[in-house]
């Protein structure tokens, strides 16, 4: 009887502590694998943004996601890729738990639009190939009286999209800019 009780006495203990280490860890693992991001680097990354005319006659749609290794931080980008023929460049808008701007993108083809694009991934060389567009992280568009009844969760989705400016650029330095790229952007992080 007495072997019994210790046995139950160290899972029961075993199950409280792994209840308590495991936040714990998943945290540090997703310190580990994300960028340390700050709100002086997101308004620097926002202040070396500069609006551009785009144009594109088709677009690509998809979507990646980022997990922390204990899959206590997950998070999905759905990204919409072009080719730019003026630029020569692909760029792609990348948005954070919104879906739907098809409808709106579809209606913009061949279109000028504005986007603001980081002055330091628009000059570098590793960007604006196919397999590694420049990300557009804001764009304006001019809701057309005659999409507001047909696109009106496109409409809804790009709204929230314009608002969630500073917190897109956060994400995406976070969770999607390679650490190889955020040091070239940031030096004076470590």
């Not at 693992?29 to 594109?56: C, D, F, H, R």
């Amino acid at each position: 009887m007495s072997k019994q009780y210790w046995i139950g006495f160290c899972v029961l203990a075993g199950m409280i502590l792994a209840k308590i280490l495991y936040p714990i860890i998943g945290n540090l693992t997703a310190n580990m694998s994300a960028n340390k991001v700050s709100t002086t680097q997101v308004q620097e990354y926002i202040n070396q943004s500069k609006p551009i005319q785009l144009k594109y006659d088709s677009y690509k749609s998809g979507y990646s996601t980022y997990s922390n290794v204990m899959h206590t931080k997950h998070l999905m980008r759905s990204y919409y890729a072009f080719y730019d023929p003026s630029h020569k460049k692909y760029y792609s808008i990348q948005m954070f738990d919104t879906y739907a701007l098809d409808g709106l993108l579809d209606d913009l083809k061949n279109s000028l639009f504005t986007c603001f694009i980081n002055e330091q991934q628009l000059g570098n060389p590793d960007y604006g190939s196919a397999q590694n567009p420049i990300p557009i992280l804001r764009c304006d568009i001019n809701i057309k009286d005659a999409w507001k009844s047909t696109d009106v969760n496109a409409i809804r989705d790009y709204k929230k999209f314009k608002s969630e400016y500073k917190n897109a650029v956060f994400d995406n330095l976070t969770y999607f800019t390679p650490k190889e790229e955020f040091q070239k952007m940031f030096p004076e992080q470590k």
